[in-house]
């Protein structure tokens, strides 16, 4: 009995043995894998650089900073007004919506209030370019996972949202349009007709897109269970926008804040996934069009009349305070904390923008996933590299 | 039928926030003596300013009190710009600027405040949190092992404003070369674009005709 636990014990210590020398002799090195700047699966210039143990990511680091533009220091050497031609630049594919917290910071501080109908014509082209903006990626979406198609049909359908921007503001990429107290113009004659129809293509564009990425199990086995964040993880991280809602927190700043635009007077829905993983970021995206495509419908239903803009003094002069203003753009929380002293310009202008937030979760998330699903996390997560270096 | 002296009653008294007064008064309660004074804007935002011992104390607190957003983190440096708003022509001699420290919202004695601001979700309320970093030491403790999120804005405010985070993992530069010289975002760092060319811009800011009577003037 016990000579048989006595063999035992030794063929298990010459198991273990024989293990480690194989171990010794085939020694898996580490290697790093260096992903970017320029890379045609990275968005721009950020570059990862990933230390792998074969296929899996032991330690990844994101590398920020080949666009830093320094907007934080060029505020305080400009007068409100012109801090929105800067601000344009920081999400670059949803410009519009950079500029209105902003110019909601000015405006609280001066204690001036846009009228209602500037107030909805601002929701309208918010929503626009969030439209525009996630469309974008969820043509991407297809070219990261190797499916070409999808991003033709994002381009053909982003067009006719520009074409819309365009119209009113006259920039495609940059409008520039919100004034401190209103806008700068009213909407051109026949955009409210021209909104309908493109709202409805946008809808076909997103049954589209489900049909063709979102049901296709390549996509899926993917993207599922790929990345996962848990609720408190992302919180603690300031992760927003649609990667905190995809872990399952239903909180949207268009509805639990008060803030003077639109967004309270129609009926839409706050779209979240209990998942939390890479599919339930794309898919709360791909509804949050859909979402926005309804918002745009109803408003331009109920555009009160009036002016588009308030009785503003000709030269703005902002009067002492601190101000927080954010809301919640395409990608996530953006907002500005705007410290004036009383001058033509801002005296300090803290911008915090959603990107840099959601990407800064990257090296707790890289950790332990296979190199392919690099490229699937990070196209889920969805930065803009303006939006982290600002 | 309007009765005008009790409207005019309701207006002149200052408008109160239930909400955001019961919620500053509990997060002092809870901060036990660490808060050096604190500010409510109704219906608009909180402010506090703590002590530099107990910042991550603070932090601590207010992620169990329910703010357990991580919003930003940054920091304001009060002195006022020697260089003005790089307006001027550089061949002109210096000009002579007021470099009183003007403080913002709940006062403060350095030149530089670290703030940042935690929420609470779903009910959207934020809470600014201001602390002063003594000019001698420039550090103070690091919130990264409070709020993970705080890690790389930490390592952001450390490279432009050179503040030191006390426990930080790894403070290296995000934007700029290592060698970098200077902490572009302090008040004392030229923009260079403005140094060595005369702003362009200033024919458009010159005073127009009415300057002195802005307050009535009209919509444009």
């Known amino acids: 009995m016990s000579l048989l636990g006595d063999r035992q014990q030794l063929a298990y210590i010459a198991s273990q043995a024989a293990d480690a020398r194989v171990n ?143 119209a009113a503001t006259g920039g495609r990429f940059h409008p520039n349009f919100d004034r401190i107290g209103g806008l700068k113009e009213d909407l051109p004659a026949g955009f409210i007709d021209e909104t309908r129809n493109v709202m409805k293509k946008l809808r076909t564009f997103c049954d589209q897109i489900e049909d063709l990425l979102f049901g296709n199990e390549i996509f899926q086995s993917r993207t599922r269970g790929i990345g996962v964040i848990p609720k408190d993880v992302a919180l603690q991280y300031g992760m927003s926008g649609a990667n905190l809602r995809a872990s399952g927190v239903d909180w949207d700043l268009r509805r639990d804040q008060s803030l003077p635009m639109a967004w309270n007077k129609v009926d839409w829905k706050v779209i979240t996934h209990p998942d939390g993983d890479s599919f339930a970021r794309c898919w709360v995206r791909l509804q949050e069009v859909r979402e926005s495509t309804r918002i745009v419908d109803q408003l331009l239903d109920t555009i009160p009349a009036g002016p588009v803009m308030a009785k503003v003094p000709k030269i703005i002069k902002v009067p002492e305070g601190e101000a927080w203003v954010s809301t919640e753009n395409p990608l996530g929380e953006m907002g500005y904390y705007v410290v004036s002293q009383g001058d033509m310009g801002p005296f300090r202008v803290k911008i915090r923008s959603a990107s840099f937030n959601n990407i800064s979760i990257v090296p707790w998330l890289l950790k332990g996933v296979y190199v392919p699903d690099i490229i699937t996390i990070l196209a889920s997560l969805y930065f803009i590299l303006g939006d982290i270096d600002r | 039928m309007f009765p005008l002296s009790s409207t005019t009653d309701s207006t002149t008294e200052a408008p109160r926030d239930e909400i955001r007064d019961t919620e500053i008064a509990r997060v002092i309660a809870a901060l036990d003596g660490a808060v050096l004074d604190s500010l409510v804007k109704p219906n608009d935002d909180m402010w506090i300013r703590v002590s530099a011992d107990a910042w991550v104390a603070t932090g601590n607190t207010l992620k169990s009190l329910g703010y357990s957003y ?82 790389w804005h930490e390592r952001e405010t450390h490279e432009m404003f050179g503040i030191g985070f006390n426990g930080h993992p790894d403070l290296r530069n995000m934007y700029l070369p290592t060698d970098f010289e200077g902490h572009p975002l302090r008040k004392d760092f030229p923009l260079l674009a403005r140094i060595v060319k005369p702003w362009p811009g200033i024919v458009d800011v010159e005073p127009l005709p009415g300057d002195d009577d802005e307050e009535e003037g009209e919509a444009s």
């Open chain 1, 24 to 166: 010794v002799e085939l020694e898996t090195e580490g290697m790093t894998l260096n992903i970017g700047p320029q890379h045609p699966a990275t968005h721009g210039t950020l570059r990862i650089i990933a230390r792998l143990d074969g296929e899996q990511v032991i330690w990844a680091e994101p590398s920020a900073g080949y666009m830093h533009r320094g907007y934080e220091k060029l505020t305080e050497v400009r007068t409100y007004p012109q801090v929105t031609a800067l601000v344009n630049r920081i999400d670059w594919l949803g410009s519009f919506a950079n500029e209105v917290p902003f110019i909601l910071a000015a405006e609280k501080l001066m204690g001036v209030e846009a009228p209602s109908r500037a107030q909805h014509i601002r929701t309208i082209l918010f929503e626009l370019s969030r439209i525009a903006n996630v469309s974008l990626f969820l043509g991407d979406l297809g070219v990261q996972l190797g499916a070409v198609t999808p991003v033709f049909f994002a381009f053909r359908d982003r067009e006719y949202v520009l074409n819309l921007i365009e």
């Open chain 2, 70 to 151: 991580f919003c930003f983190l940054s920091a304001i440096d009060w002195m006022p710009s020697p260089f003005g708003k790089g307006e001027d022509d550089p061949t002109d001699p210096p000009k002579e600027r007021d470099t009183a420290v003007k403080q913002g919202y709940t006062g403060g004695s350095t030149r530089f405040q670290v703030l940042a601001r935690v929420m609470q979700p779903f009910s959207s309320l934020g809470i600014n949190i201001k602390v002063d970093v003594d000019d001698a030491a420039m550090a103070i403790d690091s919130w990264s092992g409070v709020y993970a999120g705080a890690n």
